[in-house]
Each structure stands twice: as structure tokens, then as C-alpha cells.
């Protein structure tokens, strides 16, 4: 796997800070990861691991410091980067009045792409939602509206995929997918970055590590070290 | 852009279409006012008659303020707008096709609103006048459109956006008021001195500048701390 990495840096934060009203979610970050590489980020609830990768998808403005994606600044250069990138967050991203045909066929319109119905199927068919194609996604359990949000990481065929709790409501199958498809991303030479909760599970896609608490990095390593380091062993 | 526009409009369009509730609501608000601005006229057809443009054109400035936060309400469900902002989109795209998507949903109102507004307020009106009207329709709902999804983006984060959108909306629209009030009364009660064709210039060129200039605010408008 290593064999994908470059030297290229798919994202450097210098001193990146956010603050919401009074309160600073992010401090003084630096983070530098290079391409092809897959980081995990973890935390207690509230030690910024959204803010970081809602900042760098570009969804949040910095309130202080530095960020840069493949070399460039997000906020001055927002489609290039963009283009670059994906973010499955904690919302689905979904029109609860769509089916999951339609939600798949809009994303690829407004992506710039035109896939054929047969494609779609397919794609639907990889989450194993091919059965539930003409349902409307407001129907969808959490899981099922996760795997659909999960489609945009293969449908943007983006260089830079930011997965915030991409384990959570998924069935074990569901995780197992995600598992594949991140170490396929991974071989193919993409960069990942995952903020979880499921430490075993991430830890295991992840061979470095980020430790943040209360907005502020505090360790950062090998994924194999940071459950011994930081005392996280259940 | 274009492209990614006319998907943004398909997209709306196809939720308009299984949300069908919406716009009946806000054409039952529409026909509703109409009817109350004629039983508060009272029975005097010569008033009436006079007053039909202007209560006409109110009625689309109410009912588009229902039509424009509810647009935006389905965009912030599951914050599906994030969705499309993470998506290689160019958010000046985003905005003509919600636009053009809102001044759709504003025209529809039209054929139904136009025969009742006759009916209550007791106007004549042949083929061609309806045509007219319909034209005006078009050039309203585009000049009430245009900054209405700027500020219904604006404000679709907050809790009081059915108060701040027609706070912020009114003021700014009276130009596009002014003109499609005046035009709409000429069609209805006839234009002997040729005045329609300034106040529809008028109007015409109040939707240009909004369609142009809210398409250059908008981007600043949907992201956040541009």
C-alpha cells in the first residue's frame, strides 16, 4: 500500500482554528498528510474532529491559521478543491421525496456526469440498495441512508475522502463494505482521513493516527500506538 | 454551469411535483387573500375593479413568501444543501437554478389566481389580455424570485425565517411591485395613453438587475463567513 503514497501533500494545516460564537471547537492545529495516506482522527464528543474535517471540505471558514488541499486554499479556490474531495458526513446529504435512482442520477447531474439508469443500478447494487432503487430515501433506515451517502466516495472519484463516523448505524455488512472500499481507495493511491469513534475498526484502515481533546492535537502517531499510548484499551 | 443549473431545476421541479401539498397550500393562501382584500373593499365593483391589479400582484408577493422559505426548508432537511456544495458545483449555478425553479413555481400560480382575482373583483378580460398578463406574471414572479432565493438562502439557517424573509424581501420588491401593479391595472382596466409599455420596461429591467446582481451575492450568501 505504501507503494501510492507521494510526496505530494494532500492536506497541511498550519495553526488552523475555528471558534463558534465564544467558544474555539479547533486550536492551533498542524496537520500534514500526505497523499495516499489514511489518517484517523479521535476524540471524545466535542473535540473538534468534525470542525477539522468540515473545515477542510471547505464548509466551515477558518477563524485563524492556515489550510491548504493539494496545494491549494479552499476558500479562495472552492471548486478545484472540491473537485478534489468528498465529505460523508453525519448528514445524509438526501431529499427525503427521492428515490434512491433519482438522488444517485441528481448528484451525477450536478457533478457534471451523466450515468445511464443501468449504471446507477449498478452502483445502488454495490450497497446493496438495488432491491430499494424506486423507494423514496425518506423510507430508509439510518444504515440504508448511510450506504446511499456512501455512493457520492465512488461517484465524485474524488483524490481526498473525509469520512466523519462512516460506522455508525451500519449493520456489520455495512461496515465491511466500507472496510473494502476504503482500503480499495487507499491502493489506488487516494488519501483518507476517518474521525470514529470505533477505534478497533478504524484503526485497523488507518496507519496514522491523530489525537485531538477539546479542539486542541494532542498526540499524534502510528494508529497501533495511539490505543496503548493514550490508554484507550477497553 | 448551465448544465449543472438545469439539474438544480429538475431536481426542484421533481420534488415540487411529490411535495404537491406545498403548492396547493400556497395557492389556497392566494385565493384566500384575494378574497379577503374583496370583502374588504365591500360590494362597490368601481373600487374593485380599479383595485384588481394591485391586490392581484399582492397576492403573488404573499404567496411567494411561502413558495420561497419552503424551497430552502427541503434544502436544509438532512442539510441536503451541504450535499451540494460538497459537490463540484458552481454555487452561482445553484442560485439560477433555484431561481429559475422558484420563478416557475411563482408562474404556476397564475392560471389559477388570474380567473379568480377576475371573478371576485368582476373584471372583463379577453384572449389577448390574458396573454398580457400572464407575461407580467412571468416578469413578476422572475423580479420576485431573484432576491427572494437570495434571501431565502440567507435566512434558511434561522428560526425566524418566516418573519426576517418578508421583512427583508418587501422593501427591496417595490420597484418590481410598482411596476407590475401598474401594468397588471392597465391590462385589466385598459390603457388609453400607451403606459404599459414603460411600467413593463420598468419591470423588466427591476428583474434583470436582481437576476444579475443576487447571482453575484449569492455564493457569498450560502457559504459560510464569505
Known amino acids: 500500500m505504501t507503494d501510492t503514497k507521494t510526496n505530494t501533500i494532500a492536506v497541511r494545516t498550519v495553526g488552523l482554528g475555528k471558534r463558534f460564537g465564544k467558544q474555539w471547537a479547533l486550536a492551533h492545529c498542524d496537520l500534514e498528510v500526505r497523499q495516499g495516506q489514511a489518517v484517523l482522527l479521535a476524540g471524545a464528543n466535542g473535540s473538534g474532529k468534525t470542525t477539522l474535517l468540515r473545515l477542510i471540505a471547505g464548509l466551515h471558514k477558518p477563524t485563524q491559521g492556515e489550510l491548504q488541499i493539494f496545494g491549494l486554499d479552499p476558500q479562495r479556490e472552492r471548486l478545484t478543491c472540491r473537485e478534489s474531495l468528498t465529505l460523508v458526513g453525519h448528514e445524509h446529504y438526501l431529499y427525503s421525496q427521492l428515490t434512491a435512482l433519482e438522488t444517485v442520477l441528481t448528484w451525477a447531474r450536478l457533478g457534471g456526469g451523466d450515468l445511464s439508469t443501468d449504471q446507477i443500478r449498478g452502483l445502488l447494487d454495490e450497497v446493496d440498495l438495488g432491491d430499494h432503487r424506486n423507494q423514496r430515501v425518506g423510507g430508509f433506515s439510518a444504515g440504508m441512508k448511510k450506504r446511499l451517502t456512501f455512493l457520492r466516495t465512488k461517484l465524485e472519484n474524488p483524490r481526498l475522502i473525509l469520512l466523519d463516523e462512516p460506522f455508525s448505524a451500519l449493520d456489520t455488512a455495512g461496515q465491511q463494505l466500507i472496510e473494502e472500499w476504503v482500503d480499495g481507495y487507499k491502493v489506488a493511491g487516494k488519501t483518507v482521513i476517518v474521525a470514529s469513534h470505533n477505534l478497533p475498526r478504524a484503526a485497523l484502515l488507518c496507519e496514522r493516527a491523530v489525537y485531538l481533546k477539546q479542539g486542541q492535537m494532542i498526540w499524534h502517531g502510528k494508529s497501533s500506538d495511539m490505543v496503548q499510548q493514550m490508554g484507550l484499551a477497553s | 454551469m448551465a448544465r449543472q443549473a438545469w439539474a438544480v431545476v429538475r431536481k426542484d421541479l421533481l420534488l415540487e411535483w411529490r411535495g404537491r401539498s406545498r403548492i396547493v397550500s400556497v395557492l389556497l393562501f392566494g385565493v384566500v387573500t384575494l378574497l379577503l382584500f374583496s370583502f374588504a373593499i365591500g360590494p362597490d365593483s368601481v373600487i374593485l375593479q380599479a383595485a384588481a391589479g394591485g391586490f392581484l400582484v399582492l397576492a403573488l408577493l404573499l404567496s411567494s413568501t411561502l413558495g420561497l422559505s419552503e424551497s430552502f426548508r427541503l434544502e436544509q432537511e438532512q442539510r441536503a444543501i451541504e450535499g451540494l456544495l ?122 434583470i438587475i436582481y437576476w444579475s446582481l443576487c447571482g453575484l451575492l449569492f455564493p457569498h450568501a450560502i457559504e459560510e463567513g464569505s
Open chain 2, 86 to 207: 460538497l459537490l463540484p458545483v458552481d454555487p452561482v449555478a445553484l442560485y439560477y437554478g433555484k431561481c429559475l425553479s422558484n420563478t416557475l413555481f411563482l408562474m404556476l400560480l397564475a392560471p389559477v389566481l388570474t380567473p379568480v382575482a377576475l371573478f371576485f373583483y368582476n373584471v372583463e378580460l379577453g384572449p389577448t389580455g390574458f396573454l398580457q398578463l400572464f407575461g407580467l406574471w412571468g416578469l413578476a414572479a422572475a423580479g420576485l424570485s431573484a432576491p427572494g432565493t437570495l434571501y431565502a438562502a440567507m435566512t434558511s439557517r434561522l428560526q425566524s425565517q418566516d418573519v426576517l424573509l418578508p421583512l427583508l424581501l418587501f422593501p427591496l420588491v417595490i420597484p418590481v411591485l410598482m411596476g407590475a401593479v401598474k401594468s397588471v391595472t392597465l391590462v385589466l382596466t385598459g390603457d388609453p395613453m400607451s403606459q404599459i409599455q414603460s411600467w413593463t420596461l420598468l419591470l423588466a429591467s427591476f428583474a
